[in-house]
C-alpha cells in the first residue's frame, strides 16, 4: 500500500478528506485510506500498486456493459476528435432525447443535464413552478442528490458517513420538505391529508438503491399515483439508479405505474457525466425558453457523453441483454443466501442487490439502519482480502453488468461462504 499511502497523503493535503465524493472514502469499513484505481476493463479494475479486483461497485451504477467497454471508448474517441464542448446544439442531443422519449414511458420531452443531483434539483424546480405550490414529500433513506432541499433524511453517504441531514443547509431550506417512511401506506396518507393543497410533488426512488436495495411494497407505487391524481400533485420518479438498468423503460416500466415527471441518470450516460429529467410535455413545456421556469447548464448534452450515451442506450434495444442480467443477479442472489445460511438477508430487484447484516426483510431506513454496520465492514474487508470490491458501505448496492458472468459468480460466492464459515 505504500504507493496508495504517498497519493492518498498528497490528496489529503489538497482535497477535503482526500477524497472527491464521500462514498469513495473507506472509514466506514474500518479502512483509514481507499485504494486508487489506475485502470479498469469488463468486470475487473486495477489499482496503482498494479493488484486487480473483481468489481462489483461498476462506477456506482452506469457501467452496464462494464469497465472500458470497446464500443463506448470508440464512440468517444470519435467524438472527441470532433470537439470536446461547443456550447450550441448537436444533433447527436436531439437522437439521445429521441432514444430516451422512445423508451421510457412516462418521457415526451426531455431536458439533458450533467449529474443527477442537477436533473432531480430541477425536476423539483419545475413540480413547483407547475403547480404553483412549495412542498415536496419525500421518504427517508432515498437520496435525490446534495442539493439543499432534498437533504432531509437522505440515505446514500449520509447514512454512510452517520452525518446529519442539516449541517451547511439552512433551515429555510428544508422548511417545504415532508418526509415519510419508505413503504409505509399509513403514513403517506396521513401526510397528503395534511398538505394536499400545498403539495406540488411526491418524489420517490421506485425502488430505493441510496439505504440498500429496498423494492416498493405491493401498492406502494399504485398508492403515490392515487395521491398525486387526487390531490393534484406530480408524482416524480427518481430513476438515477433504476433508469435503464431494470429495464429499458426503467422502473416505471418493471412496475407497471407511470410518473408526471422522471429524473434519469448514471446508465443514460453510459459511463460519462450526463443526466436528464422529462415527463409529460404540458409540465417540461414550463421550462426555459418555451416557459418560465428557469433551468440551464454550459456542458449540457456534452458531446463526448452523449456519443457515449447513444451507443449504451442503442444496445439496451436488445430484450436479452436485461434478460442475461436478470439471470446473473438471480444467480449471485441465490448463491450469496446459500452461503449466508440465515446469517444475513439478500435482497435484489433486476442487477441491483445488497447483502444487509439482519434477519428478516428491509422494508425502510429505519430497518435498514438496524443492520450490524460492523459485520458489514468485516466481510467487506474480507472480499477485499480475495480482490473482490464491493461497496464500501452497508447502504448500497451491488451493480451487476453484462460483463460478470458465472466464473465472476463464483469466485464472489466462494469469498463470501468463507466469510461465514469463519463468522
Excluded at 72 to 97: N, Y
Excluded at 173 to 179: E, P, Y
Excluded at 299 to 323: F, H, I, M, Q, W
Aim: net charge negative.
Amino acid at each position: 500500500m505504500a504507493l496508495a499511502t504517498t497519493l492518498f497523503g498528497r490528496a489529503e493535503a489538497v482535497i477535503p478528506g482526500g477524497v472527491n465524493s464521500p462514498v469513495r472514502a473507506m472509514r466506514a469499513v474500518g479502512l483509514e485510506e481507499p485504494f486508487f484505481v489506475r485502470r479498469a476493463s469488463g468486470a475487473h479494475i486495477e489499482d496503482a500498486e498494479g493488484r486487480r479486483y473483481l468489481d462489483w461497485v461498476m462506477s456506482w451504477g452506469p457501467l452496464v456493459f462494464g469497465h472500458a467497454d470497446p464500443e463506448v471508448v470508440s464512440a468517444v474517441q470519435a467524438a472527441a476528435a470532433e470537439g470536446t464542448t461547443f456550447g450550441a446544439p448537436t444533433e447527436r442531443e436531439v437522437e439521445l432525447a429521441e432514444e430516451i422519449v422512445d423508451a421510457v414511458p412516462s418521457v415526451e420531452l426531455v431536458r439533458l443535464v450533467s449529474s443527477g443531483t442537477e436533473a432531480a434539483m430541477s425536476a423539483v424546480r419545475l413540480a413547483r413552478g407547475f403547480t404553483g405550490r412549495s412542498r415536496v414529500l419525500k421518504f427517508s433513506g432515498c437520496y435525490h442528490g446534495h442539493s439543499d432541499a432534498l437533504l432531509a433524511s437522505a440515505g446514500s453517504g449520509l447514512a454512510t458517513l452517520g452525518i446529519p441531514s442539516g449541517p451547511g443547509v439552512p433551515a429555510g431550506a428544508t422548511g417545504d420538505t415532508v418526509v415519510c417512511p419508505f413503504n409505509d401506506l399509513a403514513a403517506l396518507a396521513a401526510a397528503v391529508e395534511r398538505h394536499a393543497d400545498d403539495l406540488a410533488c411526491i418524489l420517490v426512488e421506485p425502488v430505493a438503491a441510496n439505504m440498500g436495495v429496498v423494492p416498493p411494497a405491493e401498492g406502494f407505487l399504485e398508492a403515490l399515483r392515487e395521491a398525486c391524481d387526487g390531490t393534484g400533485a406530480l408524482l416524480a420518479f427518481d430513476e438515477v439508479i433504476t433508469g435503464f438498468r431494470l429495464a429499458r423503460g426503467g422502473a416505471q416500466e418493471l412496475f407497471g405505474v407511470r410518473p408526471d415527471l422522471t429524473v434519469l441518470g448514471k446508465v443514460v450516460g453510459g459511463g460519462l457525466p450526463l443526466a436528464a429529467f422529462g415527463g409529460r410535455a404540458d409540465v417540461m413545456s414550463e421550462l426555459a425558453p418555451s416557459g418560465p421556469v428557469y433551468q440551464a447548464g454550459t456542458l449540457s448534452g456534452n458531446p463526448l457523453a452523449t456519443a457515449a450515451a447513444l451507443v449504451t442506450l442503442r444496445r439496451l434495444r436488445d430484450p436479452a441483454v436485461y434478460e442475461r442480467l436478470e439471470q446473473s443477479g438471480a444467480d449471485l442472489e441465490r448463491g450469496l443466501l446459500e452461503a449466508a445460511a440465515g446469517a444475513a438477508a439478500v435482497q435484489r430487484v433486476g442487477s441491483l442487490l445488497t447483502v444487509f447484516f439482519t434477519t428478516g426483510p428491509v422494508r425502510n431506513f429505519a430497518e435498514a439502519s438496524a443492520s450490524d454496520a460492523r459485520r458489514y465492514a468485516a466481510f467487506f474487508r474480507h472480499l477485499l482480502d480475495c480482490g473482490i470490491y464491493v461497496a464500501p458501505s452497508q447502504f448500497e448496492a451491488m451493480f451487476v453488468s453484462t460483463a460478470h458472468g458465472s466464473p465472476e459468480i463464483e469466485e464472489t460466492v466462494a469469498a463470501a461462504a468463507g466469510f461465514f464459515r469463519g463468522a
